[in-house]
């Protein structure tokens, strides 16, 4: 224990964990900053030397020849990630890494030295807060990727207990930032982050901030005096989107992800500013109790979590499962993976533990991580690649959007070459330039996005962005509104804008003209089968049965489906005609409020703001939408084609049993969609309205209800109601 001074308080707890890291001289885990301090030159090197290790994963000989080139990489990233909080790999390339580094070190144990990544759990050496030691180590967990990794981890756990099947504990990995807290007679005392393993930062302040986590727990009638207790921070989905709609309403640059929003949290100096992020906190592990007398609950890990959960603490009691054997390991965290995308917060994997914590003890640990627990990692999420070039679309209102062309990289299962990089403004404030390392990442199964540019990687030879001052479709000039981001084609006629207005048209949300789709939109214009809207209804089917894949079969159904559209509901063809700011929810309030679609011709902007949920910029749309002759002249034409024009539910509506009663619903529901449930009101005669107000009427609450249902809890006359009320009122 020489060099370390960690007190007798942590000596006595060591000898709970006779095979731990802390039982040897390990002076050698803590660094000097001054070792990190890596220059512009060597950071290009060892950002150079990780790809051409990444290469070499299947190449173990070549990787033993340059093996402390290999722990030289992996200290810098682990610097990268740690102190500077600036990667510049994913995660997932970094496991790689540390894999081929494990993997060699086994078959040439004579290679391993002292201060190799392998012996040590990643370190911040922030400056700031202070220095706290850690009741016991925190370690890693080994990593999983496949069902061969799982099965072999079953494997050495059942010869090394001598068991023919281990029960096993199953709970989610959450994405977040490790911390420690330590309750004393049933009182927070100390939050810390992992640090080191063996020493963290003290965070008690802003670990105080975080409202899962209670000031006071009744560890006392367990007979508990001190607990000590792992969990990660999260940020919520709601929490991130929530707080990045306040950054930008504050001008100010949005947050990439919820994990390093929820890690930089932890340090931030202002505790009402950690407060403002709304994180979260899920408590997975008790490290350490003192105990009076025996405690059931903590036989098994899964009764500790059920203890953590009884206490008042966010455990995941509600979604861990135990099962016997690690088949029924395997089909759960398979399954798991499907779902990811529906929870409310972010997971990376899956986390399993042998489920008896006597059994845990006799498999104790390497220096690195248990044996008796693995992560199962999900397919990565993170990649680094290159911006090789940035084209330029035209959308159906005019804006032109630049999309970055990336060097192809795996991602989340597919194989990314393009992403969205929003606008002028956005391109700036990511400081990306052609030719740039970037860090990618693609969360939620959506459209990936750029985390980061990586300018420690820059050669010199990257050139700048320049955004186009006209259209890169029809040449006209481009137009920005004052405060607004996007530069846009204001020429009605340029082709792109065509060609995307009918695409939006025919699309499901809007006239739903199903075996139609933005393919058939695009090549029918390209052939000069179809130039407009009104178009779609006066195609040439013996043109088009001249075409290769085109049956008798296949027009039919085409014919069925444009006839058919021609009875759509009149919010419908609103929302189909793309005026610019009117979604789904106002097409509705536009065609409930008139008697037939002209009539918004003779309407003012005051008059529109009139309208629920019709604000100065949506009026002016409206309004300049009906005040352009070629658009009433379009009007006319699909009304003389026999589309429906006039409000054939209005009368229906106004004599419904909740005519004039609004709805807004939030959360997810459990008994029907959110669509079929608007439906349901509207045919009532309710009115389906976006935002929370003292318009409001009903407020319908599903599972996971966010910002929606505080703000309606301020607002007296607003009726907050379930699911099944709902359908009570509807009946």
């Given at each position: 224990?020489?060099?370390?001074?960690l007190?007798?308080?942590?000596y006595?707890?060591?000898q709970?964990y006779?095979?731990?890291?802390?039982?040897?001289?390990?002076?050698?885990?803590?660094?000097?900053?001054?070792?990190?301090?890596?220059?512009?030159?060597?950071t290009?090197?060892?950002?150079?030397?990780?790809?051409?290790?990444?290469?070499?994963?299947?190449?173990e000989?070549k990787?033993?020849?340059?093996?402390?080139t290999?722990?030289?990489?992996?200290?810098?990233?682990?610097y990268r990630?740690?102190?500077?909080?600036?990667?510049?790999i994913s995660?997932?390339?970094?496991?790689?890494?540390?894999?081929?580094?494990?993997?060699?070190?086994?078959?040439y144990p004579?290679?391993?030295?002292?201060?190799?990544?392998?012996h040590?759990v990643?370190?911040?050496?922030n400056?700031g807060f202070?220095?706290v030691?850690?009741?016991v180590?925190?370690?890693?967990?080994?990593?999983?990727?496949?069902a061969?990794?799982?099965?072999?981890?079953?494997?050495k756990a059942?010869?090394a207990?001598?068991l023919?099947?281990?029960?096993?504990?199953v709970?989610?990995?959450?994405d977040?930032?490790?911390?420690?807290?330590?309750?004393?007679?049933?009182?927070?005392?100390?939050g810390?982050?992992?640090?080191d393993g063996v020493?963290?930062?003290?965070i008690?302040?802003?670990?105080?901030?975080i409202?899962?986590?209670?000031?006071?727990?009744?560890?006392?009638?367990?007979?508990?005096e001190?607990?000590?207790?792992?969990?990660?921070?999260i940020?919520?989905?709601?929490?991130?989107?929530k707080y990045?709609?306040?950054?930008?309403?504050?001008?100010?640059a949005?947050?990439a992800?919820?994990?390093?929003?929820?890690?930089?949290?932890?340090r931030?100096?202002?505790p009402k500013?950690?407060?403002?992020?709304?994180?979260?906190?899920?408590?997975?592990?008790?490290?350490?109790?003192?105990?009076?007398?025996?405690?059931?609950?903590l036989?098994?890990?899964?009764?500790a979590?059920?203890?953590?959960w009884?206490?008042?603490?966010?455990?995941?009691e509600?979604?861990?499962?135990v099962?016997?054997?690690?088949?029924a390991?395997?089909?759960y965290?398979?399954?798991?993976e499907?779902?990811?995308?529906?929870?409310?917060?972010?997971?990376?994997?899956?986390?399993?533990?042998?489920?008896?914590?006597?059994?845990?003890?006799?498999?104790?640990?390497?220096?690195?991580h248990p044996?008796?627990?693995?992560?199962?990692k999900f397919?990565?999420?993170?990649?680094?690649?290159?911006?090789?070039?940035?084209?330029y679309?035209?959308?159906?209102?005019g804006?032109v959007?630049p999309?970055?062309?990336?060097q192809p990289?795996a991602?989340?299962?597919?194989?990314?070459?393009?992403i969205?990089i929003?606008?002028e403004?956005y391109?700036?404030?990511?400081?990306l330039?052609?030719?740039?390392?970037?860090?990618?990442?693609r969360?939620?199964?959506v459209?990936?996005?750029?985390?980061?540019?990586l300018p420690a990687?820059r050669?010199?030879?990257?050139?700048?962005?320049?955004f186009?001052?006209?259209c890169p479709?029809?040449n006209s000039?481009?137009?920005?509104?004052?405060?607004?981001a996007?530069?846009?084609?204001?020429?009605?006629e340029?082709?792109?804008?065509?060609?995307?207005k009918?695409?939006h048209?025919?699309s499901k949300?809007?006239?739903?003209?199903?075996?139609?789709?933005?393919?058939?939109?695009?090549?029918?214009?390209e052939?000069?089968?179809?130039?407009?809207i009104?178009?779609?209804?006066?195609?040439d089917?013996?043109?088009?049965?001249?075409?290769?894949?085109f049956?008798?079969k296949?027009?039919d159904?085409?014919?069925?489906?444009i006839?058919?559209s021609?009875?759509?509901?009149l919010?419908?063809?609103?929302?189909?005609?793309g005026?610019?700011?009117v979604?789904e929810?106002?097409?509705?309030?536009?065609?409930n409020?008139?008697?037939?679609?002209?009539?918004?011709q003779?309407?003012?902007e005051?008059?529109?703001?009139?309208l629920e949920?019709?604000?100065?910029?949506?009026?002016?749309?409206?309004?300049?939408?009906?005040?352009n002759e070629?658009?009433?002249a379009?009007l006319?034409?699909?009304?003389?084609?026999?589309?429906?024009?006039?409000?054939?539910k209005?009368?229906?509506?106004?004599?419904?049993?909740?005519a004039?009663q609004?709805?807004?619903?939030?959360?997810?529901?459990?008994k029907?969609k959110?669509?079929?449930?608007e439906?349901?009101?509207?045919?009532?005669?309710?009115?389906?309205v976006?935002?929370?107000?003292?318009?409001?009427?009903?407020?319908?609450?599903?599972?996971?209800?966010?910002?929606?249902l505080?703000?309606?809890?301020?607002i007296n006359?607003?009726?907050i109601i379930?699911?099944d009320?709902?359908?009570?009122?509807?009946?």
């Amino acid at each position: 224990m020489e060099g370390l001074g960690l007190g007798d308080k942590i000596y006595d707890r060591v000898q709970l964990y006779p095979n731990s890291f802390l039982k040897k001289k390990v002076s050698h885990y803590f660094y000097s900053p001054n070792y990190f301090m890596y220059n512009g030159e060597q950071t290009k090197q060892l950002q150079e030397q990780t790809k051409q290790f990444l290469t070499l994963l299947d190449n173990e000989e070549k990787a033993v020849e340059a093996i402390e080139t290999l722990r030289s990489i992996l200290r810098f990233h682990e610097y990268r990630y740690y102190v500077v909080n600036e990667p510049l790999i994913s995660d997932g390339e970094y496991d790689q890494l540390f894999k081929m580094l494990e993997r060699i070190e086994k078959n040439y144990p004579q290679l391993i030295t002292k201060d190799s990544p392998t012996h040590r759990v990643g370190g911040s050496l922030n400056e700031g807060f202070a220095t706290v030691q850690h009741l016991v180590p925190m370690l890693s967990l080994d990593n999983s990727y496949n069902a061969e990794d799982l099965q072999d981890f079953d494997r050495k756990a059942r010869e090394a207990s001598g068991l023919d099947e281990i029960e096993y504990c199953v709970e989610p990995k959450f994405d977040g930032a490790s911390i420690s807290l330590i309750y004393d007679n049933d009182i927070l005392v100390r939050g810390a982050t992992r640090g080191d393993g063996v020493a963290g930062d003290d965070i008690t302040t802003n670990v105080k901030q975080i409202r899962s986590i209670p000031l006071s727990a009744p560890f006392s009638k367990y007979g508990i005096e001190q607990i000590e207790i792992r969990g990660e921070i999260i940020m919520s989905k709601s929490a991130f989107q929530k707080y990045n709609e306040w950054l930008t309403e504050q001008g100010l640059a949005t947050v990439a992800n919820p994990r390093n929003t929820a890690s930089g949290s932890l340090r931030i100096k202002d505790p009402k500013e950690v407060a403002r992020r709304n994180l979260d906190a899920f408590l997975y592990n008790i490290s350490y109790h003192t105990e009076n007398r025996n405690v059931k609950e903590l036989e098994t890990h899964s009764g500790a979590l059920r203890l953590l959960w009884d206490c008042g603490l966010r455990s995941p009691e509600k979604e861990k499962k135990v099962v016997k054997g690690i088949q029924a390991v395997i089909d759960y965290v398979l399954e798991y993976e499907q779902k990811r995308d529906e929870l409310p917060y972010e997971i990376d994997g899956m986390v399993i533990k042998v489920n008896s914590i006597e059994l845990q003890d006799k498999l104790g640990m390497t220096s690195h991580h248990p044996r008796w627990a693995i992560a199962f990692k999900f397919k990565a999420r993170q990649a680094t690649t290159k911006l090789i070039g940035v084209e330029y679309q035209v959308g159906r209102t005019g804006a032109v959007t630049p999309v970055a062309k990336l060097q192809p990289v795996a991602l989340g299962g597919v194989t990314v070459g393009s992403i969205s990089i929003h606008n002028e403004e956005y391109i700036k404030e990511k400081d990306l330039k052609i030719g740039d390392a970037v860090l990618i990442e693609r969360a939620g199964d959506v459209i990936p996005q750029i985390v980061q540019s990586l300018p420690a990687l820059r050669t010199g030879a990257e050139q700048e962005i320049i955004f186009p001052k006209t259209c890169p479709v029809c040449n006209s000039e481009l137009f920005k509104e004052e405060g607004e981001a996007i530069w846009r084609c204001i020429n009605i006629e340029c082709e792109a804008q065509v060609v995307e207005k009918m695409v939006h048209f025919v699309s499901k949300d809007a006239m739903d003209i199903k075996s139609f789709g933005d393919a058939n939109v695009r090549k029918f214009y390209e052939l000069g089968l179809l130039k407009d809207i009104p178009g779609i209804y006066t195609l040439d089917f013996d043109k088009i049965g001249l075409l290769e894949g085109f049956g008798k079969k296949s027009i039919d159904n085409l014919k069925a489906a444009i006839e058919a559209s021609k009875q759509q509901p009149l919010h419908r063809l609103a929302y189909g005609l793309g005026i610019r700011f009117v979604g789904e929810t106002t097409a509705k309030t536009l065609a409930n409020s008139v008697e037939h679609l002209l009539d918004f011709q003779n309407k003012t902007e005051e008059e529109l703001q009139q309208l629920e949920d019709v604000g100065v910029k949506v009026a002016r749309s409206i309004f300049h939408f009906f005040s352009n002759e070629q658009n009433i002249a379009m009007l006319q034409q699909l009304e003389a084609l026999g589309l429906q024009l006039k409000n054939t539910k209005r009368a229906t509506v106004a004599s419904g049993e909740l005519a004039g009663q609004t709805f807004l619903f939030t959360g997810t529901l459990s008994k029907l969609k959110r669509s079929e449930a608007e439906e349901m009101a509207e045919a009532q005669g309710g009115v389906i309205v976006s935002g929370v107000s003292a318009k409001l009427n009903y407020l319908v609450v599903g599972e996971d209800a966010g910002s929606k249902l505080e703000k309606a809890k301020k607002i007296n006359s607003i009726k907050i109601i379930s699911e099944d009320e709902f359908l009570k009122l509807i009946e």
